[in-house]
Nanobody, 125 residues
Framework: QVQLVESGGGLVQAGGSLRLSCAAS????????IGWFRQGPGKEREFVAA????????YDADSVKGRFTMSRDNAKNTVYLQMNNLKAEDTAAYFC??????????????????WGQGTQVTVSS
């Protein structure tokens, strides 16, 4: 079992920045991929970014390339999502998720085994 807890959401003006954290506990290991997804009102859950737990591979959705960056601190068992130049369309609940030994399909929510409770990001225009 893996437990995930997100934090760092809030209200920010367009063009501003936020850093989300995802603290992992339990049987987390270097074979887990950690992903960030988001879900806006009336929308389907959308892939944002993912990183291997070892940190040697990352993947970002086209909609956030150049603005969002994932990183991890293994000593703290924490993954971060740095979000810069935020736009109103980034408003959503953001979730982190963990997938065991995932080699393909990092963008597919159904491939992730464990999910956090989410943190709300609201960007005012």
């Amino acid at each position: 079992q893996v437990q995930l807890v997100e934090s760092g959401g809030g209200l920010v003006q367009a063009g501003g920045s936020l850093r989300l954290s995802c603290a992992a506990s339990g049987r987390i290991s270097s074979r887990y991929v950690i992903g960030w997804f988001r879900q806006g009102p009336g929308k389907e859950r959308e892939f944002v970014a993912a990183i291997s737990w070892s940190g040697d591979r990352t993947y970002d959705a086209d909609s956030v390339k150049g603005r969002f960056t994932m990183s991890r601190d293994n000593a703290k068992n924490t993954v971060y999502l740095q979000m810069n130049n935020l736009k109103a369309e980034d408003t959503a609940a953001y979730f982190c998720a963990a997938a065991w030994d995932l080699t393909t399909g990092w963008t597919e929510p159904y491939k992730y085994n464990f999910w956090g409770q989410g943190t709300q990001v609201t960007v005012s225009s």
